[in-house]
């Protein structure tokens, strides 16, 4: 050898090719792989929305529990402010003798309806004449020969309450009813 190295030569020959394997087979690890890829990016943003989901159903049921966290509470004083009403209502306006009792108790119920206007409790007090609304009347007789028109509101028992947009009870009242022979009221459906 004449000091060439045999490397440095350049050679006609080309390099073997690698045995190849059957392109089925590799067309199909591809085409297996490809579909594991497409189900786990589909199990992933299904896992992502439902995540999501949970995230936003909690914020809503934390909201939810914060504003109406008074409800039992604010239902059983309702009962309190009644009271205080028929306290002020059973004394005649001519005794001047309970007249600073009566003052009081009614500042005593104007504080009681401030707070409930401030934690979102407001009375419900139907007019006569008005017409009956089963979401937030209930109905306790019929008022025949009343001079309302049928079906509407004749009497008034009991004021009703709502907190925000829940009813925390109904206002109960007597409907006036039609006169005999009469039809009957269209029914709100």
């Known amino acids: 050898m004449n000091g060439e190295n045999a490397f440095d030569k350049p ?3 080309q ?9 089925t087979a590799a067309n199909a690890a591809i085409a297996r792989l490809e579909t594991e890829l497409t189900e786990s990016k589909d199990r992933l943003l ?5 995540t999501e989901n949970q995230r936003q159903r909690h914020q809503r049921d934390r909201q939810e529990a ?3 966290a008074a409800f039992e509470f604010a239902r059983e004083l309702l009962n309190v402010a009644d009271n205080l009403r028929r306290a002020i209502d059973a004394v005649p306006a001519a005794d001047s003798t309970a007249r600073g009792i009566i003052e009081g108790v009614a500042a005593t119920e104007r504080e009681l309806l401030a707070i409930f206007e401030r934690h979102g409790v ?10 009956f609304d089963h979401n ?4 306790m007789f019929e008022v025949p020969g009343a001079p309302q028109p049928p079906g509407t ?4 028992l009991q004021p009703g309450y709502v907190m925000h947009d829940r009813l925390l009870r109904p206002a109960l009242v007597g409907i006036a009813k ?7 009221p269209e029914r709100d459906t």
């Open 136 to 139: 937030v009347h209930e109905a």
């Open 46 to 50: 299904r896992a992502l929305a439902e």
């Open 15 to 23: 390099p073997e090719a690698a045995p190849e394997t059957p392109p």
């Open 66 to 68: 914060q504003r109406y």
């Open 153 to 156: 509101i004749a009497q008034v």
């Open 122 to 131: 407001k009375r419900v007090e139907p007019e006569l004449g008005e017409r």
């Open 178 to 184: 039609a006169a005999t022979g009469g039809s009957a």
């Open 11 to 13: 050679t006609d020959a």
